[in-house]
């Protein structure tokens, strides 16, 4: 298994621009999650999925778009990006399920750079 | 509201001595909690959880954690520092009530002196 998948790495964008980080699992997980990251802040949840078709926000989704059209895809799009999306992004997958207690596999992380 | 908050933002220690990277809880019932760590440009890697089983939990890497109610803490710990735990490690809480969304604390970063 592959596990969890993003691309690109790295990203270098300029204000306004648009684009999609790429997010695949193998695992055949239920839940798929976004995360950023930031210095002294943890990781905040962006959006998130309980399976194909169903999408919510989490605490931090302004200036970003979710669908998931398969249980292995979950592309997060930034529609106009701004300096304060600047941040590294994880996606997240695991078995779903509100009363269940299941790890979440992370993927390697896509650095962003808005300029 | 579900929370937790870690109350070292760096911690440093000597090799071969003891670890402790402490955190504290709030929840309205009685929360589950992860222990992850991430080395300098990697994922997040699951260290522990706590699932009201056993209060005092086992993980990888020589690391444990207690639980403790009394105090809302769940302190993460280990008794003899390698030059390879060096990494930021976070504190989680998941909320069952919202599809098992997970909220992090904010980080420590462990780092070991030779």
């Known amino acids: 298994n592959a596990g969890v998948t993003q691309t690109p790495k790295f990203q270098v964008l300029k204000t306004g621009q648009s684009m999609t980080l790429q997010c695949a699992q193998d695992m055949n997980h239920e839940y798929m999650s976004w995360y950023r990251q930031d210095p002294g802040m943890g990781l905040r949840l962006i959006h998130y999925s309980v399976g194909a078709g169903i999408t919510d926000q989490g605490e931090v989704p302004n200036g970003y778009n979710v669908s998931r059209s398969t249980t292995e895809d979950f592309p997060l799009r930034l529609l106009s990006a701004a300096p304060s999306q600047t941040s590294v992004y994880f996606c997240a997958s695991s078995l779903a399920g509100a009363n269940r207690i299941n790890e979440q596999f992370f993927g390697p992380g896509t650095r962003l750079t808005v300029l | 509201a579900q929370s937790v908050t870690q109350l070292d933002s760096h911690v440093s220690v000597s090799e071969g001595t003891p670890v402790l990277l402490r955190c504290n809880y709030s929840?309205?019932?009685?929360?589950?909690l992860f222990w992850y760590v991430q080395h300098p440009n990697k994922g997040l890697q699951l260290l522990l959880k706590y699932t009201s089983a056993a209060t005092l939990v086992k993980g990888i890497n020589g690391f444990e954690a207690e639980f403790k109610k009394s105090e809302t803490s769940f302190h993460l710990t280990k008794p003899s520092a390698h030059m390879s735990d060096a990494a930021e490690y976070f504190c989680v809480v998941i909320l069952y009530n919202q599809g098992g969304k997970l909220i992090f604390g904010q980080g420590t970063e462990l780092s070991v002196k030779p």
């Open positions: 929840s309205s019932y009685s929360p589950s």
